[in-house]
């Protein structure tokens, strides 16, 4: 039988879920808009444009990983079942 206890606590890890999944989704852009910094006002050097692309990746990266991660989590409360926290 699930208590009051158990249904607020799973309620707060959906939101700590879905606040970590907006964290992925603000440094994906932070990094995205520094990197288009970087091609708009320097792209005559040739080692900025090196780290442009660098974060333009890792932006995209940071958000792939988030997403996936934040749809585990979700499909893992769904079922029921506690996500592996041990990495």
């Known amino acids: 039988m ?3 206890r ?3 606590a ?4 959906r ?10 989704v603000r ?9 288009a910094v970087l091609f708009q006002f320097f792209s005559a050097v040739h080692s900025y444009l090196a780290v442009a692309w660098v974060l333009a990746v ?10 996936h991660r934040f749809r585990s989590v979700r499909r893992s409360l769904l079922q ?8």
Do not use: C, M, W
């Open 2 to 4: 699930e208590t009051l």
């Open 6 to 8: 158990d249904k607020l």
């Open 10 to 13: 799973q309620e707060r890890t």
């Open 15 to 24: 939101l700590a879920n879905e606040r970590t999944f907006l964290a992925y």
């Open 27 to 35: 440094t994906s852009l932070s990094l995205i808009a520094g990197a």
């Open 58 to 67: 890792l932006g995209v990266v940071v958000l792939f990983v988030g997403t």
């Open 80 to 87: 029921g079942s506690h996500p592996d926290t041990t990495g």
